[in-house]
């Protein structure tokens, strides 16, 4: 098999499975939290530093909120078992400064729990990980983009580049922003962020002092993310019969 079908088609067994696959190298992970002690910086800047690591994770969370509350009827969805599914090709907003914002939103997270273990060998593994993980997804959704839109999907490509956006490139969206639809689709991400950055410290506090106790700040963040966690699922369950800018 030439490498351009071989490309694709392990692309699309990646896309299929792309949700699934991460949890994988959480070990690794779980492992550089436990030598965390050995290198983790005093208990002030440790602190700003977890901030910052989930703000960047935030910031990855935005990006896909952004995508997802403008996108139209079947195009950038959770279509991972039924493969590639694309009725229209997306070329404004935020597409229009990057073809694959899904995966950058998707990368930040990513690198956030990587720079939270303040490991530089697992933060390398994580991003070289992501970048030969997603290339292949990517290369399968162009090749699908491709065959399905042929000229349309060539001018958007040539103007348009893949992962790292050009903001000057901005043109407004064909579709208005819905708060709810990106709130119904990307609820779960969000819980599980605060759940992922948790646990984490959960795991750091217990090599470091061995003993297991949340803080208050950490508390407040538990208690917020599962309650907005609730609250959106609980909406969701009672509004999915209606749509939103017939976007469902």
Known sequence: MALKEEFARSGAWLFRWRSYLPLLFLPLFVHAMSEFSNRSLDDSLGGRWEVFCILVAFAGLLVRVLVVGQAPHRTSGRNTFGGQVADELNTTGIYSVVRHP???????????????????????????????????????????????????????????????????????????????????????????????????????????????????????????????????RTTKKQTRSRSAAGRF
């Open 102 to 232: 899904l995966y950058l939103g998707n990368f930040l997270s990513w690198l956030a729990i990587a720079m939270f273990t303040q490991s530089y060998l697992v933060v390398l593994v994580a991003v070289l990980t992501f970048a030969l993980y997603y290339e292949r997804i990517m290369f399968a959704e162009e090749k699908f983009l491709r065959e399905k839109f042929r000229g349309d999907f060539d001018k958007w490509a040539d103007r348009t580049p893949a992962f790292i956006p050009a903001l000057r490139r901005w043109k407004k969206s064909a579709v208005p922003f819905s708060w709810r639809l990106a709130a119904e689709r990307e609820y779960s991400g969000m819980f599980a962020i605060v759940v992922t950055f948790t646990l984490l410290h959960l795991i750091r506090v217990w090599f470091e002092r061995h003993w297991i106790r949340l803080e208050l700040p950490w508390i407040v963040f538990l208690g917020v993310g599962t309650a907005a966690y609730l609250w959106l």
